[in-house]
């Protein structure tokens, strides 16, 4: 199943027919459920995610938002005490077949973090570090070769201009906004397809969050972007489609204009207008 070191594990067999409107599907759940013991987290989530755009997850705390998230990374499996049935898809294939590894998935599906978690390496290493992990040919790249790795990587999370003259200094030392770019850029010589964000901005002051969000709007396109967020303003300004869950269920998803201007179930409009959650 796995070619190039097992690069297209993900990739293989992706059906460019099966569309959301017009839209190819880049994530699709089928009856999805979830349970952390004997408490059930998700409840048979059908779900499609269209690709090359940004799609905001949004709910009260302890819906299922981030277990949703974590479920397309696979970051659950470390956890014994998780199960989990129905099929998750990435670009067509099945990421919970037994023939998939997690470490495939994660070169395919990057996570970012609620805060930064850049790894205590200077700058240059960071961005680096996945891609000597999982790029076969990393070790035979020229010093040229993986500076032009890193200062692509650096342009497109809107970084190298601020840090280009200081690429070896420890990445811990950057302000949260920029730990948070880099910690985007450290995904992206790996070429996923998905990136997941569980509430990105949470650490960052206003100025942060502006800049990291137009940073999602110069990715989408390029990369298909799932975000929770607990702001619902953030969600109305930086997402395409907006899925609102509650207790575990996917109550609504649509366009963010219209679902959150005339939503269809009573449910999101409680929600979107504040009388809960």
Request: charged share 30%; proline share 4%; hydrophobic share 40%.
């Amino acid at each position: 199943m796995a070619s190039d070191g097992g690069r297209d594990i993900v990739r293989a067999g992706r059906p460019e027919t099966v569309t959301v409107g017009q839209r190819p599907i880049a994530i699709r759940t089928r009856a999805l459920n979830l349970w952390y013991g004997d408490f059930q987290a998700l409840y048979d989530v059908d779900l499609d995610i269209a690709r090359g755009i940004i799609t905001s997850l949004i709910g009260p705390s302890g819906c299922g938002k981030t277990t949703l998230l974590r479920t397309v990374n696979r970051i659950n499996d470390r956890l014994g005490y998780v199960r989990t049935t129905g099929t998750v898809e990435v670009l067509g294939k099945n990421i919970l077949d037994d023939d998939v590894e997690r470490v495939q998935v994660r070169k395919e599906v990057g996570m970012v973090f609620q805060r930064p978690n850049p790894l205590p390496l200077s700058i240059r290493d960071n961005v680096l570090f996945a891609y000597r992990l999982h790029e076969p040919t990393a070790r035979r790249r020229s010093r040229e070769q993986l500076d032009e790795v890193v200062e692509e990587a650096l342009r497109t999370v809107l970084l190298w201009d601020t840090v280009k003259d200081r690429l070896d200094q420890r990445a811990v030392r950057l302000s949260l906004e920029e730990q948070q770019k880099l910690c985007i850029a450290r995904l992206l010589p790996v070429k996923p397809s998905v990136l997941l964000m569980d509430e990105p901005c949470s650490a960052l002051d206003p100025a942060g969050t502006e800049a990291v969000e137009e940073l999602l709007w110069e990715l989408r396109g390029e990369y298909t972007i799932l975000i929770v967020t607990h702001n619902m303003a953030q969600a109305r300004r930086a997402s395409d489609e907006c899925v609102f869950m509650l207790l575990g269920e996917v109550i609504e998803h649509g366009v963010t204009t219209e679902l959150f201007v005339t939503p269809k179930e009573t449910k999101t409009a409680d929600y979107v207008e504040g009388r809960y959650g």
